[in-house]
T-cell receptor, first 113, second 116 residues
């Protein structure tokens, strides 16, 4: 069975610093996708970044990058130059099994001025 | 822009009532999903559908059923609501990619259900 684990219930970072949010996954499927979503206090789910299991390079989207280590089954999100607006819940997710997308428990990030 | 619309943002129901949560998407997506979100547990998949009239159980289907009679609409039904079904319910849709894998999910705004 597929599983996503986010071991950090809460993190804080100083504004303008970088922060890494951890995500490990477990799957026996050779082909899968990894996603990160942001959920601010308003409740909307915002897609941030995607990494395919066969992608050779780590995905990047602006200040977001995904540190994909396939052998370790980890897909950590790195946010560079944190901003106050980055304060939110962050969810790691994996497309595992036919059409299924499963989520981790989330990490709450607080950015301090 | 993709739009996923959930019929009710807030509902209050009584134990034993039948509850319908409706979700409509306007991007012709094959896949639709229902999740519930609880603090500390993240998003847990209740049911998903990859085509009209097709449905698959997620991780926590007990106490729920779904209906997908049209491609754009996916309904979640609580046959007899219980207090432990008090939660935030999120609907999402996505394209179905080659090989059957799921593309990026687009979410609705959520429906907060309270069962008294």
């Amino acid at each position: 069975a597929q599983k996503i684990t986010q071991t950090q219930p809460g993190m804080f970072v100083q504004e303008k610093e970088a922060v890494t949010l951890d995500c490990t996954y477990d799957t026996s499927d050779p082909s899968y996708g990894l996603f990160w979503y942001k959920q601010p206090s308003s409740g909307e789910m915002i897609f941030l970044i995607y990494q395919g299991s066969y992608d050779q390079q780590n995905a990047t989207e602006g200040r977001y990058s995904l540190n994909f280590q396939k052998a370790r089954k980890s897909a950590n999100l790195v946010i560079s130059a944190s901003q106050l607006g980055d304060s939110a819940m962050y969810f790691c997710a994996m497309s595992g099994g036919y059409n299924k997308l499963i989520f981790g428990a989330g990490t709450r990030l607080a950015v301090h001025p | 822009d993709v739009k996923v619309t959930q019929s009710s943002r807030y509902l209050v129901k009584r134990t034993g009532e039948k509850v319908f949560l409706e979700c409509v998407q306007d991007m012709d997506h094959e896949n639709m999903f229902w999740y519930r979100q609880d603090p500390g547990l993240g998003l847990r998949l209740i049911y998903f559908s990859y085509d009209v009239k097709m449905k698959e159980k997620g991780d926590i289907p007990e106490g729920y059923s779904v209906s997908r009679e049209k491609k754009e609409r996916f309904s979640l039904i609580l046959e007899s609501a219980s207090t432990n079904q008090t939660s935030m319910y999120l609907c999402a849709s996505s394209l179905r990619l080659a090989g059957g894998y799921t593309g990026e999910l687009f979410f609705g705004e959520g429906s907060r259900l309270t069962v008294l």
